[in-house]
């Protein structure tokens, strides 16, 4: 069953019969009228139901699931039980983000809860288990430690949520989730929330965790994002990419903007170029001990500096508010690394843009990202910056190995193809007419968009 909500049907938070102190604590967070995610996910919630969730960072996903739980654990109060609830995030980070939204808005109710992540001293985790708080959010290594060694149980719990089911499969925690879900209590009311829940492993883990879920898939990148501006701009090099990004940064005044690169290196090698354009950056990758996390963190956060240049793992779970500019120096692996990064912005309601740099090796996968997002995707020329690389890159003659094998290589060749040489129709273009590709053709140069393709039509 899918559920197709829209925020119009439920346009405010009262609507939903929230205890008084929820609603009170929702307004003091500043939440006015439910995000889509959360008006198709909290009625169904309420009711018990069983759910999974298409939903990415900035979604609000998290008061989706946090604001039934918290009502029906106000609804039956049980004092003398073991904790109710239990929340698996992929990373400590986003465990402290779970946290402070369920400080935000119980902050009208007694209700409590505990971060149980790696990283953490255990000792104090231990005292904090012993109290056994409504609501637990850990990250599952650590939480299946304590309930091995007797510490942590699971005898009274109500409620499990996965949050970031993908991101927990990417790292590995697959085995760790399964073990934590068979030790939960069989009548217990569970939801799965992902970026996609078509990642290889989501259904295995749902068909594990969940019984007749609602399936509730909201087109995740324009209805959770519907005000993130999405464009691209053509780079030749790393050299070029540099300049590219210094005008990005120079040109929106403060600014506050994320860099993403695909490699911790790379996220070392563009601060230091940009340092050399005076532009102050922190930079966050996978290597950083906790504490100079938190203190490049707080650089950012306090606005100390505007730019942080980070890599995917390192940005897992980040929630900055007030970034106007993402900034794709590499085109990510993935749609749903895209989704993640872009999610960085345009959250709660502000506008945001992210462009992404995109170097001829690159092309192919942008058109794919595209393509599986149904991102309307804008090019954008930079005056004077315009790349030498104009067209969709020719797929490269294969070698005569490749040929031989039958495999051509995919990657982009400039300047490979004969010159004059007559364009192919192939079969294959033919039958992909509709599906949209990037614009191959040369724009005209000058500042701001410039051309632009429409989104395909999703798949279902
Ligand atoms: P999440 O997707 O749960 O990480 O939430 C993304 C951001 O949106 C967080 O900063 C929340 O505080 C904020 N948020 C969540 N729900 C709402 C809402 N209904 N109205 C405004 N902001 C919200």
Not at 12 to 41: C, H, M, N, W
Not at 335 to 341: A, K, V
Not at 421 to 430: C, L, N, S
């Amino acid at each position: 069953m899918t559920a197709e909500a829209s925020a119009a049907e439920t346009n405010d938070f009262v609507s939903f019969d929230l205890a008084e102190p929820l609603l009170r604590g929702i307004a003091k967070a500043g939440f006015e009228v439910p995000t889509p995610v959360q008006a198709a996910v909290i009625p169904p919630a309420l009711e018990g139901r069983d759910l999974m969730a298409a939903a990415a960072t900035g979604s609000g996903k998290t008061a989706a699931f946090l604001l039934p739980i918290m009502q029906r654990l106000l609804e039956a109060p049980a004092p003398r039980a073991g904790s109710r609830a239990l929340v698996l995030v992929p990373t400590r980070e986003l465990a402290y983000q779970v946290l402070d939204h369920f400080l935000a808005v119980g902050s009208y109710t007694r209700l409590t809860a505990a971060a149980i992540v790696g990283g953490d001293p255990r000792n104090h985790q231990v005292n904090a288990l012993r109290r056994n708080p409504e609501i637990l959010i850990a990250t599952p290594g650590r939480f299946l430690e304590h309930l091995e060694t007797g510490e942590a149980d699971l005898a009274d719990l109500a409620f499990l949520v996965l949050d970031e089911a993908d991101r927990m499969l990417d790292m590995g925690l697959a085995e760790d989730v399964f073990a934590i879900v068979d030790r939960a209590p069989a009548a217990r009311q569970s939801m799965l929330f992902s970026a996609t829940l078509h990642r290889r492993g989501v259904p295995e883990v749902a068909r594990h965790l969940l019984r007749d879920p609602l399936t509730i898939t909201l087109d995740h990148h324009r209805s959770a994002h519907p005000d993130i501006e999405h464009q691209f701009v053509r780079a030749d090099d790393p050299t070029h990419k540099a300049r590219l990004l210094h005008r990005l940064l120079t040109e929106a005044e403060d600014v506050r903007a994320l860099v993403f690169t695909n490699t911790r290196a790379g996220a070392r090698q563009v601060a230091a170029r940009l340092a050399e354009l005076d532009i102050r950056c922190a930079v966050l990758h996978g290597e950083l001990d906790q504490r100079e996390r938190k203190r490049v963190m707080g650089l950012f956060r306090d606005g100390s500096v505007a730019v942080l240049v980070a890599s995917d793992v390192a940005a897992r779970g980040l929630d900055v508010p007030g970034v106007a500019l993402v900034v794709n120096l590499d085109v990510p692996r993935s749609g749903d690394d895209y989704l993640h990064r872009s999610g960085r912005t345009g959250r709660a309601g502000r506008h945001g843009l992210t462009v992404s740099l995109v170097g001829a090796p690159e092309w192919n996968r942008m058109e794919g990202i595209a393509r599986y997002l149904g991102l309307e995707l804008r090019e954008r020329v930079l005056h004077g910056l315009e790349a030498r690389f104009k067209g969709s890159p020719k797929r490269r003659k294969p070698t005569k190995k490749a040929a031989a094998k039958g495999t051509g290589s995919r990657v982009a060749a400039k300047g490979k193809a004969k010159a004059g040489a007559k364009p192919k129709q192939r079969e294959r273009d033919r039958k992909n007419i509709g599906k949209r590709r990037l614009p191959s053709a040369t724009p005209a140069t000058g500042q701001g968009v410039e051309a632009g393709f429409d989104p395909p039509k999703r798949r279902a």
